[in-house]
Structure formats: C-alpha cells, structure tokens
C-alpha cells in the first residue's frame, strides 16, 4: 500500500474515478476532481502523480471534442481505469 504524501487529493481522484466507473459521475466531474489534486501536489516526490493527473485530465478534455458522444464514455472508461492501475500500483523512487 502506497503512502502518500497527499492522501485526500488521490481519495479524491479513486472516488471521481469510482463514480464515473459506477456511471454516478460524469466525465467533467472526474476532470474537475483531477484538476483539483492536480493543483493540491507540489512535492517533488509526487511530481510522476501530478503529471498523471494533468495528462489524464488533458486526455478526458480531448474526448470531450473528439469523440463522438455515443462514444465517449468507452474512451473515457479507458482513462480512468488508467489513472486507478497507476495509483494503485506501487511506486519505487
């Protein structure tokens, strides 16, 4: 188990991440929570999570105007579960 140096703002992004998995958020609510984390990491230790979270948030913004909208729930489904498996995976520095 990873133990981070902020640990609401990954809660924060496994939830907005969870919930769009269970179809109880949309894609601009997982963008916004990971805008949010984003923000909150400033440690160099975390530098890979911020750059995680800004590349994914980048990617979901992309599907927004790309995809079509019967569509857009798949590509995003592959983003979020991206972001959890490199959360979840353990991390050597």
Same mark, same amino acid.
């Given at each position: 188990?990873?133990?981070?140096?902020?640990?609401?703002?990954?809660?924060?992004? %496994?939830?907005?991440?969870?919930?769009? +998995?269970?179809?109880?958020?949309?894609?601009? *609510?997982? !963008? $916004? =929570?990971?805008?949010?984390?984003?923000?909150?990491?400033?440690?160099?230790?975390?530098?890979?999570?911020?750059?995680?979270?800004?590349?994914? %948030?980048?990617?979901?913004?992309?599907? +927004?105007?790309?995809?079509?909208?019967?569509? *857009?729930? !798949? $590509? =995003?489904?592959?983003?979020?579960?991206?972001?959890?498996?490199?959360?979840?995976?353990?991390?050597?520095?």
């Amino acid at each position: 188990m990873n133990t981070w140096l902020y640990p609401e703002a990954v809660q924060r992004v %496994e939830q907005a991440c969870a919930s769009f +998995l269970s179809q109880d958020a949309t894609i601009e *609510q997982v !963008q $916004a =929570a990971l805008r949010q984390s984003e923000q909150e990491i400033v440690a160099l230790d975390e530098k890979w999570l911020r750059s995680l979270l800004f590349d994914a %948030e980048n990617k979901l913004e992309e599907i +927004l105007y790309t995809v079509s909208d019967d569509q *857009q729930a !798949q $590509a =995003a489904n592959e983003v979020v579960r991206h972001i959890l498996r490199s959360i979840q995976a353990p991390r050597s520095v």
